[in-house]
């Protein structure tokens, strides 16, 4: 088994794997951004520096960027980032139904979004754009249209199952 410090020496090689490739291009800063936060699941602030460093960019212009986008984290995320989303048509149709749900078999709140395994984040979305299949939730890419409290549990009961397996495997 990996080391924790192994880990994050290939992850931060990555980072500068990604850099070289857009070669210190401060104009592909958003694309950086988006690249680094694919093998981190978030942006770690010594990376943010990192960065701002390596494209002769201010630390504050790149945590500007970071913080504006809504896409991008400072915070570590799960394996698995559950968005609910919360828009007109899925509020009115039981979304905040699905978040109590998550929350509640997650042991999370509207404060603690992460669990502390770093197997699961919620996140409350405006709108996903999907309202005819309202309500929605995503796990990562995977989109569940007209979920109920009850399908809700299954989804999560599954990914779980699913975890324990791979678990038990290694």
Same mark, same amino acid.
């Given at each position: 088994?990996?080391?924790?410090?192994?880990?994050?020496?290939?992850?931060?090689?990555?980072?500068?794997?990604?850099?070289?490739?857009?070669?210190?291009?401060?104009?592909?800063?958003?694309?950086?951004?988006?690249?680094?936060?694919?093998?981190?699941?978030?942006?770690?602030?010594?990376?943010?520096?990192?960065?701002?460093?390596?494209?002769?960019?201010?630390?504050?212009? !790149? +945590? @500007?960027?970071?913080?504006?986008?809504?896409?991008?984290?400072?915070?570590? /995320?799960?394996?698995? =980032?559950?968005?609910?989303?919360?828009?007109?048509?899925?509020?009115?149709?039981?979304?905040?139904?699905?978040?109590?749900?998550?929350?509640?078999?997650?042991?999370?709140?509207?404060?603690?979004?992460?669990?502390?395994?770093?197997?699961?984040?919620?996140?409350?979305?405006?709108?996903?754009?999907?309202?005819?299949?309202?309500?929605?939730?995503?796990?990562?890419?995977? !989109? +569940? @249209?007209?979920?109920?409290?009850?399908?809700?549990?299954?989804?999560?009961? /599954?990914?779980?199952? =699913?975890?324990?397996?791979?678990?038990?495997?290694?």
């Amino acid at each position: 088994m990996e080391s924790a410090t192994n880990s994050k020496i290939r992850q931060f090689d990555q980072v500068l794997e990604i850099i070289e490739k857009h070669n210190h291009d401060k104009t592909r800063l958003i694309t950086i951004l988006q690249q680094v936060q694919d093998v981190y699941r978030y942006l770690p602030q010594q990376v943010l520096t990192y960065i701002a460093t390596a494209l002769d960019m201010p630390v504050a212009e !790149v +945590y @500007g960027v970071a913080t504006f986008y809504a896409h991008f984290s400072l915070e570590p /995320k799960g394996k698995y =980032v559950i968005k609910v989303c919360d828009g007109t048509a899925c509020h009115v149709k039981g979304s905040s139904k699905l978040l109590d749900t998550l929350r509640g078999k997650l042991k999370l709140t509207a404060q603690k979004h992460t669990t502390d395994d770093m197997l699961f984040t919620i996140e409350a979305v405006s709108c996903l754009g999907a309202c005819g299949l309202a309500p929605v939730m995503v796990i990562n890419e995977q !989109v +569940y @249209g007209e979920v109920n409290s009850k399908r809700c549990e299954d989804i999560l009961q /599954k990914l779980v199952t =699913v975890e324990n397996e791979v678990e038990t495997a290694s």
